[in-house]
């Protein structure tokens, strides 16, 4: 089985001289939850936002290709890419204080997916949008969906935007650490919403998070990146069972565990952060030489 | 922006108003220049100055006057204009449409023009557009208006004869308006030919006046649109599939006219003023143009009638923006 | 000597000190400069045409009206322009800029109490403001400057009070406090030398403002005798002649421009080269 979204190999340079990421391979099969896991600063964000098209101005892809459904997109033309993106790879961002325009009413802001990608029209693209703010559990929809932004809680909002996302059944969504900025307590509700609405609409989500107790629970297959490199990529169950890569190893026993609360905090040991370091400015001398 | 905030805003506006009223009044009577003796005929004696100035009220003491004209003023009575003999109400109430028009038909053309070229500099940023659009502004803003006037009337008027350079209407053409909204009469009566006429005339100053604003709005928008462009729900629009038009348009713009409107809130009320001179320049006939008259006349109840009068349109002029600037920041209604 | 000349390098200043020394030359050499008496008039030869259409070289720029020269009448009007440019502009930079430190300085009531004022004033529409004042005072030079002074000052007081307030909450103020200087002490020695490089590019900008103002009074024919030839008299005057010889109008005109765009040129340059951290 083919996967929905395969990376190969992708270079981004950042202003011809940075490399942001450094042959990244990552493949999401139709269906599945993936989770790319790092520390801040891995790269993992840059991933989801060369696949969605908004990496910065002045990074470009200098290597490799991304392929969804079977075409490259990074070779797309832009009006086409337009096309796929919003209907078949969607969003879910990571702030949801700042992701809603502050002028517009919800209203708009759901059914204009609904009708430049679906074709509804105003009556049904408003009856579509009700029910979609149902499906996320969010209490009278009517008053929401008439409500400005600034109006609704964060918790709202990251519901409305999931809502957003989810609302052309799209076939891949990319979640930038959709938990983040919300409470604890939000955060599992949401967690449970995200994966109901997952089971549902068999969409694949390319889920992105440093929080590794996020990944266990929700995904299938898990990539873990560190300095643009992905560094492990296994079946969830495999990488935290067995973890092959030593920084994977280092990654589990950094994390703080609650039946062991009086254990000092163990970092990332500098060594290994210098060692990786050292591979990738390698790796990138060999592009380099390679023209690259 | 309840009502109770719009009376609120005209009550605070009154202590400037009587401000305004009371340095005019005793800055017009230190004057020197006699109005009354220029009204007289050469031969006129001592006791005919002073029968004629205690008809006009001006023999009292300064105090005493204020107190008098105050009460007029509270009754609608501002008096009767020295030179030109009639009741400064009437006198203003006359003029003051063609003012209003010619105001509004440049906040219009100031208006759509920044949006315009705004929105061209920021969609064809780093390219020529850009540059022309940065270039004008520049130059429009280290240009008064009143030089602007001049440089249409000279380019536009005379040299490339395209518009009239004085004026409201063609005297020959065949339109009696029964208000003095020419434009808004127009338009209603649906005389195509007087409104093309009337537009033709009011292009050229309309359009000095509007400069400055266009200039300061165009400068201010592009900046708040760049800033719009950056924002994470900008981003949302262009993942949702939006185009970078359409994204401009429908979700920059609406958000960048807020801090545009907060810092060129002022300038607005700055065109009033403007209107003096480009009223005089192209012998246009509203208020800024009699109040130039008037003060070559020394005519003192119709200088102050105006000033008043500008006073008001002031403070008009400021609430109407606060209420836009409320219109457009949906956080701000609930106060 | 070297700082100066390294400001020259910046396009801007070096345009706009060159504009502002020809006008100097222009209003110091007027006598030996002017072919002829911009008073004289010569009505056998009016509305003589400029060179550039065939006039006659000894009225280069050909002749008004009433047969006067207008290249005379020109160079003549530079003195009253830089006059109450210089004059006005110094008053009201000192007026503003003593009102703006003490509102910036002592804050609290005196703040308030200027800050008020400022918006008063400003609430005023300032043509309006100038022509009765002008009206006011009569004709003169004096009334030109009286009016620019008392319209203007709030330019300076403003972002005299702004930068000063600034430079207030900075370190050295805090110490010399300590140390036991009296304020208006720590004023002069202190803070005004930080906030003169300001100052400059103000009093610039404010020089091109009042040889708009000057131009536009002597235009309603409001400002000094008509004796005195000045830009915006020489429009007016061309104005009325507009379509015969438009050139009466466009010659100082132009002058007014280039003087205005110069000034803001050296204003904005000295602004950008003097502060670079706060360029743009």
């Known amino acids: 089985m083919s996967s929905l979204l395969d990376i190969r190999d992708l270079d981004l340079?950042?202003?011809?001289?940075?490399?942001?990421?450094?042959?990244?391979?990552?493949?999401?099969?139709?269906?599945?939850?993936?989770?790319?896991?790092g520390e801040s600063g891995a790269g993992k964000s840059m991933v989801g936002r060369t696949v969605l098209g908004i990496?910065?101005?002045?990074?470009?892809?200098?290597?490799?290709?991304?392929?969804?459904?079977?075409?490259?997109?990074?070779?797309?033309?832009?009006?086409?890419?337009?096309?796929?993106?919003?209907?078949?790879?969607?969003?879910?961002?990571?702030?949801?204080?700042?992701?809603?325009?502050?002028?517009?009413?919800?209203?708009?802001?759901?059914?204009?997916?609904?009708?430049?990608?679906?074709?509804?029209?105003?009556?049904?693209?408003?009856?579509?949008?009700?029910?979609l703010l149902t499906d996320v559990h969010l209490r009278e929809p009517e008053r929401v969906l008439r409500a400005y932004p600034h109006?609704?809680?964060?918790?709202?909002?990251?519901?409305?935007?999931?809502?957003?996302?989810?609302?052309?059944?799209?076939?891949?969504?990319?979640?930038?650490e959709p938990t983040t900025a919300l409470d604890v307590t939000v955060q599992k509700q949401i967690l449970r919403l995200i994966r109901q609405l997952q089971g549902s609409c068999g969409t694949a989500i390319l889920f992105i998070?440093?929080?590794?107790?996020?990944?266990?629970?929700?995904?299938?297959?898990?990539?873990?990146?560190?300095?643009?490199?992905?560094?492990?990529?296994?079946?969830?169950?495999?990488?935290?069972?067995?973890?092959?890569?030593?920084?994977?190893?280092?990654?589990?026993?950094?994390?703080?565990?609650f039946d062991r609360p009086a254990e000092l905090l163990k970092a990332v040991p500098a060594a290994l952060t210098q060692r990786l370091a050292e591979e990738a400015g390698a790796l990138d001398l060999a592009v380099r030489g390679h023209g690259g | 922006m309840s009502a109770s905030y719009i009376l609120r805003r005209l009550f605070w506006a009154i202590p400037t108003l009587i401000g305004v009223a009371i340095v005019v009044f005793v800055l017009v009577r230190v004057v020197p220049g006699d109005p009354i003796a220029m009204m007289l005929p050469p031969g006129a004696t001592a006791d005919d100055v002073g029968r004629l100035r205690a008809m006009y009220g001006l023999d009292a003491p300064i105090a005493k006057q204020f107190v008098v004209w105050s009460g007029e003023v509270l009754r609608g009575d501002f008096g009767n204009?020295?030179?030109?003999?009639?009741?400064?109400?009437?006198?203003?109430?006359?003029?003051?449409?063609?003012?209003?028009?010619?105001?509004?038909?440049?906040?219009?053309?100031?208006?759509?023009?920044?949006?315009?070229?705004?929105?061209?500099?920021?969609?064809?940023?780093?390219?020529?557009?850009?540059?022309?659009?940065?270039?004008?502004?520049?130059?429009?803003?280290?240009?008064?208006?009143?030089?602007?006037?001049?440089?249409?009337?000279?380019?536009?008027?005379?040299?490339?004869?395209?518009?009239?350079?004085?004026?409201?209407?063609?005297?020959?053409?065949?339109?009696?308006?029964?208000?003095?909204?020419?434009?808004?009469?127009?338009?209603?009566?649906?005389?195509?030919?007087?409104?093309?006429?009337?537009?033709?005339?009011?292009?050229?100053?309309?359009?000095?006046?509007?400069l400055p604003l266009t200039a300061a709005l165009t400068r201010v928008l592009k900046g708040s649109l760049i800033d719009a462009m950056n924002q994470d729900y900008v981003v949302l629009a262009r993942v949702k599939g939006y185009s970078r038009t359409r994204t401009l348009w429908r979700v920059a713009l609406r958000n960048a006219l807020?801090?545009?409107?907060?810092?060129?809130?002022?300038?607005?009320?700055?065109?009033?003023?403007?209107?003096?001179?480009?009223?005089?320049?192209f012998s246009y006939p509203g208020i800024g143009n009699l109040a130039i008259a008037a003060v070559t006349q020394r005519d003192l109840p119709l200088i102050q009638g105006l000033i008043l009068t500008f006073a008001i349109l002031f403070i008009l002029t400021n609430l109407v923006v606060d209420m836009t600037y409320g219109a457009l920041n949906p956080k701000v209604r609930q106060a | 000597m070297s700082p100066f000349l390294a400001l020259l390098r910046h396009p801007r200043i070096a345009f706009g000190s060159g504009v502002?020394?020809?006008?100097?030359?222009?209003?110091?050499?007027?006598?030996?400069?002017?072919?002829?008496?911009?008073?004289?008039?010569?009505?056998?030869?009016?509305?003589?045409?400029?060179?550039?259409?065939?006039?006659?070289?000894?009225?280069?720029?050909?002749?008004?009206?009433?047969?006067?020269?207008?290249?005379?009448?020109?160079?003549?009007?530079?003195?009253?322009?830089?006059?109450?440019?210089?004059?006005?502009?110094?008053?009201?930079?000192?007026?503003?800029?003593?009102?703006?430190?003490?509102?910036?300085?002592?804050?609290?009531?005196?703040?308030?109490?200027?800050?008020?004022?400022?918006?008063?004033?400003?609430?005023?529409?300032?043509?309006?403001?100038?022509?009765?004042?002008?009206?006011?005072?009569?004709?003169?030079?004096?009334?030109?400057?009286?009016?620019?002074?008392?319209i203007d000052w709030t330019r300076f007081c403003r972002v005299v009070r702004a930068e000063t307030m600034v430079q207030k909450s900075q370190d050295y103020v805090a110490s010399a406090l300590t140390i036991g200087l009296k304020p208006a002490h720590i004023v002069a020695s202190e803070i005004l030398p930080n906030v003169a490089p300001l100052l400059l590019t103000l009093f610039t900008l404010e020089m091109g403002i009042a040889i708009v103002v000057e131009a536009i009074l002597s235009f309603v024919g409001l400002s000094v005798s008509s004796g005195v030839p000045t830009w915006g008299g020489i429009i007016q005057e061309g104005r009325l002649y507009v379509n015969q010889a438009w050139w009466l109008m466009a010659l100082p005109m132009a002058c007014i421009i280039l003087a205005v765009l110069g000034l803001n040129a050296l204003g904005d340059g000295l602004r950008v080269a003097i502060d670079p951290v706060k360029a743009r």
């Not at chain 2, 807020?258 to 320049?281: A, D, M, R």
């Not at chain 3, 300032?126 to 009569?138: D, T």
Request: proline residues 5%; charged residues 15%.
């Open chain 1, 13 to 37: 340079t950042l202003d011809g001289r940075i490399r942001l990421l450094r042959r990244v391979c990552l493949q999401v099969r139709a269906g599945s939850i993936v989770g790319l896991v």
């Open chain 1, 55 to 131: 990496a910065p101005a002045n990074a470009r892809v200098t290597h490799g290709a991304i392929v969804f459904d079977g075409r490259d997109i990074t070779r797309l033309p832009e009006d086409e890419r337009r096309h796929i993106l919003g209907r078949e790879i969607a969003f879910i961002p990571q702030n949801p204080m700042t992701a809603l325009n502050p002028v517009a009413r919800i209203a708009p802001q759901v059914t204009d997916v609904l009708r430049m990608h679906l074709g509804l029209d105003r009556a049904a693209a408003k009856a579509r949008a009700l029910k």
């Open chain 1, 151 to 176: 109006e609704l809680s964060g918790g709202q909002r990251q519901r409305v935007l999931i809502a957003i996302a989810f609302a052309c059944r799209p076939k891949l969504i990319i979640a930038d």
């Open chain 1, 209 to 257: 998070t440093h929080d590794l107790g996020v990944v266990a629970k929700l995904c299938d297959h898990v990539a873990v990146m560190h300095g643009g490199r992905v560094l492990e990529s296994a079946p969830a169950a495999q990488l935290f069972g067995w973890p092959a890569h030593e920084y994977t190893r280092a990654l589990f026993a950094a994390t703080p565990r």
């Open chain 2, 81 to 210: 204009s020295i030179s030109l003999r009639e009741k400064v109400s009437a006198l203003v109430l006359g003029r003051l449409p063609a003012t209003l028009e010619l105001v509004i038909v440049a906040v219009a053309a100031a208006c759509l023009l920044a949006i315009l070229l705004a929105i061209s500099a920021v969609l064809f940023r780093g390219r020529w557009p850009e540059l022309v659009v940065d270039v004008g502004t520049g130059l429009a803003l280290a240009i008064p208006d009143f030089l602007w006037g001049l440089l249409f009337i000279l380019v536009l008027g005379v040299l490339l004869p395209w518009f009239p350079i004085s004026g409201r209407i063609d005297p020959t053409l065949d339109f009696n308006p029964a208000t003095s909204f020419y434009l808004v009469e127009a338009l209603v009566r649906m005389r195509w030919d007087a409104l093309g006429n009337l537009l033709h005339h009011i292009v050229l100053p309309a359009l000095a006046l509007a």
């Open chain 2, 258 to 281: 807020i801090p545009t409107v907060t810092l060129t809130g002022v300038q607005f009320s700055f065109l009033i003023g403007g209107t003096v001179l480009i009223e005089y320049l």
């Open chain 3, 20 to 150: 502002l020394v020809m006008m100097l030359i222009a209003a110091l050499t007027a006598p030996w400069l002017a072919p002829h008496d911009p008073l004289e008039q010569d009505l056998l030869n009016s509305f003589q045409l400029p060179v550039w259409s065939g006039g006659d070289v000894s009225h280069a720029l050909g002749t008004d009206s009433l047969g006067r020269d207008i290249l005379s009448r020109l160079i003549y009007s530079a003195r009253p322009a830089l006059i109450v440019a210089f004059v006005a502009a110094l008053c009201a930079g000192i007026l503003g800029t003593a009102l703006g430190l003490a509102a910036g300085y002592f804050g609290g009531r005196i703040d308030s109490a200027i800050s008020r004022l400022v918006d008063i004033w400003m609430s005023f529409p300032s043509v309006l403001l100038c022509i009765v004042l002008a009206a006011v005072l009569g004709a003169g030079l004096h009334t030109v400057v009286i009016a620019i002074i008392i």
